[in-house]
Each structure stands twice: as C-alpha cells, then as structure tokens.
C-alpha cells in the first residue's frame, strides 16, 4: 500500500485553526503566564468555549486531548484518519504557541484522555464535559506504574481511597480527578483500576502546587486522599480483577496519551526551529535544502540535523495516532514516538539557544522557554528510559518479569 505523508485534507482547516490560534492568542500571553506561575490564565477561558462551539457545530473533530477514544464498531476498522490523528496534528500546532497554556486548557486535561480509553458507554455520557486531571505518580512510584501503593477499598456501593499521588497536572484546576489505585496489592498489576474522584469530594485534598523548571502557566499538585469514599460506579471499566488481562486496561490509556505528549513536543521543537530559522537569516546564516550539509557552514549543518530528526518523531507520532484510529494495537508505536519525540524535542530545543547564543539564551525571545518546557514532555507519560524498556520487551517478545 502506497504512504501518502501529506497532511489530510479533511484536517487541514482545523489545524489552521489550531495554528491560529496559537499564534493570536498563546503565543502573545506566553511570557506573561510563564512568569506569573499558578496563576490561572483566565484567556483561555473564551478559548475553551470557542472550542465547545465547534465541536457541537460539529466543526471540530479532535479539537484537544479529550478525542482519542478508539472506534469499537467494525465501520471504525479498515485506512481511516480519524480522531487521534486529528488530535495530534491540532495539539501540535498549539503547542507551538505554547506547551504549558495547551496543558491548561478546560476540560483538556489528560484525565480526559483516561476516560475516553477506559470508561465505559454510560460513564463516557456521565462524564462528558468534566475536566480531569490524572492522578498517577506517586512518592518513591515514579516510572514503575505497576507499584501503585494508593489503595481502593469496596464499601458497600463505595470505594475507599487512601494514598498520595504527586505531580498532578491541573491537579488544583481540574474539577475531577482520574486516580490509579490497587484493589489488591498482592494481586499486581491486574487490581490497579482508575477512579473518577470529583473536586471537593471529603477526604480529598490539594497539599500543595510545584514550583517548576518549565510550564509554569499548568499547575502540578500533590493531592492527598485519606478515606476518600468515591461510588463503585466511578470505576472506569471493569472492576473485575483478570490476572490473564494484567495491566493491560490501564496501559490503554497510555497508549492513546503517549502519542499526544509526543506531539507536544513536536511543536515546542517546531516553534524553536522556526524562530532559530529566522534568528540565523538575520545573522546571515542561510539554510540551503539543495546543498549537502558538509558544504554549509556549522550553524546551517546543525539546523539541517535538527530538521531532520524532529521529522522523524513527528512521522512516528503520526503511525502511532493512525494506528489507534483503525483499532490496531499501538504499544510499541506509542512508546517509540514518545521516546524519539522526548528525546529530539529537548535536543533540539536545547541546540537552537546553542545556534543563537546570547539572543537564545536571554528572556528577549522565547526560545530559553522552550528549552525549559520541552525537558518535562521527555519525562512525564513515561520517562525515556521507560519507553525504550517498553520497546525492547515488544520487540524482543519478552515479559516485564523477563526484561526489567
């Protein structure tokens, strides 16, 4: 089957949307709210009704994080472009004009992006319109998932929360919260389920917000549960513990989060790499795509490598999000754009304050900010040492217990 890489048609009025909007309206408020750290930027509040606006006009398909559930119907099935991919292709386009305002959008947050890969037909109609942050990570539980010590604990027609989970995003904003917890710790993997907690449920509290390298305009908080009685209805999924299933229903929702990080941080390099364009012109530094880059000079050769590698993500990005879009499973995928857009976003980031010297490394332009941000979409969703241990089990065909 031929590979068309052109952007699809269908796509290309929202991602100019997207892109518009990025520039108009994140892209000038960006130093504010970066400055101004845990202040809500009340702009986005206008952005995210417009974006409420198009999806019921049915204008917008993919507008945020919140549309990457898979089809289950066999129409969904077969060479579709669909809503992942539409979700990817808008979200990089914002994250050109800003990573942490993308973070903070309503009723964006990658909460959404759990509900819509594990929840089932009427908890998706129950929550729909629900900002939710996601509640994963946790003290001396970073990486390793599977070792979720928060307990849920059956009561009646209640779950009894307890635990601590840290580096919340939108976790003092959002007005739900999607937290993982055990069932039962010496069932493993299996018993960890996610929860749909709502803001201002008793026993569940914000302990404090994190004063951070980069995306300073998303609040990350730590998030205390003590006895938080939450209703067995607000299990997303099944509450059946299958050991033959393992971790796989969580897991889920990481393969439809990794590629939306991994598109983030295409964007942030994209923002870098066009400003870098332009900064080198003005010096006199020319970039020529007809002449091989040992007969440029360093800056030009550089600039090309950097091209050349973020390209690569961003084609990785764009499988793993069409993957989901006609139901095949995307593990590796996902966790190889997530790994080769991590890793390439910070560098390339990184070498575009190095190719402006003085003018990148100062607050005068943006391109410092970039640095900052992009490091953060390396390590959360699975740090890059993590994607590539997921890879190696995939390819290798090996356990976790067998490659660890």
């Known amino acids: 089957m031929p590979i068309n890489l052109d952007d699809p048609k269908k796509f290309k009025t929202l991602v100019g949307q997207a892109h518009q909007v990025a520039m108009n309206m994140l892209r000038p408020i960006s130093r504010k709210y970066d400055l101004a750290e845990h202040e809500y930027p009340k702009e986005l509040d206008m952005l995210a009704a417009m974006i409420d606006g198009l999806a019921e ?24 472009n669909g809503t992942n991919l539409a979700s990817v292709m808008s979200i990089q386009e914002m994250c050109w004009g800003d990573v942490g305002l993308l973070l903070s959008m309503p009723r964006q947050g990658l909460g959404n ?105 998303s609040d990350t908080a730590t998030i205390i549960f003590e006895d938080c009685r939450v209703p067995a209805a607000n299990l997303l999924g099944s509450p059946e513990v299958d050991p033959k299933q393992g971790f796989a229903g969580a897991m889920a929702t990481f393969d439809n989060t990794r590629p939306l990080v991994a598109s983030m941080a295409v ?62 499973p995307n593990s590796l995928e996902a966790s190889m754009a997530k790994a080769k857009a991590g890793r390439v976003g910070s560098d390339v980031t990184l070498s575009c304050v190095e190719l402006c010297g003085a003018v990148g490394y100062s607050e005068g332009e943006l391109l410092e900010k970039w640095a900052r941000d992009s490091k953060i979409l390396d390590i959360f969703e699975g740090t890059q040492q993590i994607q590539q241990l997921i890879v190696a089990r995939r390819v290798l065909g090996l356990s976790s217990a067998e490659l660890k």
């Open 267 to 328: 964007g942030c390099a994209s923002a870098a790499l066009d400003l870098t364009r332009e900064l080198l012109a003005s010096a006199g530094v020319e970039v020529d795509h007809d002449r091989p880059a040992y007969a440029q000079s360093a800056a030009a050769a550089k600039f090309l490598q950097l091209e050349s590698d973020l390209e690569g993500a961003r084609l990785l990005m764009l499988q793993a999000a069409w993957m989901a879009d006609n139901r095949q």
């Open 113 to 217: 992006s759990a509900i819509a890969s594990v929840a089932d037909d009427e908890q998706l109609e129950r929550f729909d319109g629900v900002w939710a942050g996601m509640a994963i990570t946790e003290p001396g539980t970073g990486s390793d998932s599977a070792n979720i010590k928060t307990t849920a604990v059956l009561d009646g027609d209640e779950y009894v929360l307890n635990g601590e989970k840290i580096y919340v995003t939108s976790g003092d904003r959002a007005d739900h919260i999607v937290v993982w917890a055990t069932l039962d710790r010496s069932l493993g993997r299996a018993a960890i389920k996610s929860f749909v907690v709502p803001k201002g449920t008793p026993g569940m509290r914000v302990d404090r917000l994190e004063h951070k390298l980069g995306i300073r305009a």
């Open 57 to 80: 006009s049915g204008a917008s398909e993919g507008a945020g994080a919140a549309g990457v559930r898979r089809g289950s119907s066999a129409e969904d099935a077969g060479n579709k």
